[in-house]
Nanobody, 118 residues
């Protein structure tokens, strides 16, 4: 059974930084695309960033140049370094594992709260 456990959320002032981490178990980590999504109150869950099995990274336009995603296949972790945080980045951040292509499967973590004060 795939398990994803996030950590690193918290409260930070605008302009500050946080680093989120997600530890995975129950999967062959190197075979999965890993990503981060977020959901603000009253909003739909949205894509933030992902790193594919080959190391290619993708970002939402709203976080490009501020957030950096990375993975460590040995430790089975994926991290999201968030710099220059803005109040609009406030949300619950979810770790995602995806496999099987466009019609494949997903696993989600329980989420970690990030709150950015102005």
């Amino acid at each position: 059974q795939v398990q994803l456990v996030e950590s690193g959320g918290g409260l930070v002032q605008a302009g500050g930084s946080l680093r989120l981490s997600c530890e995975a178990s129950g999967l062959i980590f190197s075979n999965h695309d890993m990503g981060w999504y977020r959901q603000a109150p009253g909003e739909q869950r949205e894509f933030v960033a992902k790193v594919l099995t080959g190391g290619w990274t993708m970002y939402a336009d709203s976080v490009k140049g501020r957030f950096t995603i990375s993975r460590d296949n040995t430790k089975k972790t994926v991290s999201l370094q968030m710099n220059g945080l803005k109040p609009e980045d406030t949300a619950v951040y979810y770790c995602n594992a995806h496999w099987g292509g466009a019609l494949g499967s997903n696993a989600w973590g329980q989420g970690t709260q990030v709150t950015v004060s102005s």
